[in-house]
């Protein structure tokens, strides 16, 4: 049975930083590709970032670019989200997710149960 478990959420200031960990077990990633999105309330579930999990090749949202960071730890099975330089539009639920397509934006086979973040002013 596959799990997916986001931690490192929470609350900081704007301009502040926060790194996200998501626990993956219950199979092999190797092949797949591992993301992260976002949900805001009010709003559709985004793309934030993901990796792949054999090569460490990223892929970034535009909103995000030049301030988040994924990378992921084979040995440890977890990937990780540094997030900085933080925005009050960036305050959402975080989920982590795994895909076992080859494309960056196809859909997710798997999915966390998210963590908050919350940037206030």
């Known amino acids: 049975q596959v799990q997916l478990v986001e931690s490192g959420g929470g609350l900081v200031q704007a301009g502040g930083s926060l790194r996200l960990s998501c626990a993956a077990s219950g199979r092999s990633f190797s092949g797949y590709i591992m993301g992260w999105f976002r949900q805001a309330p009010g709003k559709e579930r985004e793309f934030v970032a993901a990796?792949?999990?054999?090569?460490?090749?990223?892929y970034y949202a535009d909103s995000v670019k030049g301030r988040y960071t994924i990378s992921r730890d084979v040995a440890k099975n977890t990937t990780t989200l540094q997030m900085n330089s933080l925005k009050p539009e960036d305050t959402a639920v975080y989920y982590c997710?795994?895909?076992?397509?080859?494309?960056?934006?196809?859909?997710?086979?798997?999915w966390g149960q998210g963590t908050q973040v919350t940037v206030s002013s």
């Open positions: 997710a795994a895909s076992g397509s080859r494309y960056f934006l196809a859909p997710y086979d798997y």
């Open positions: 990796i792949t999990w054999s090569g460490g090749n990223t």
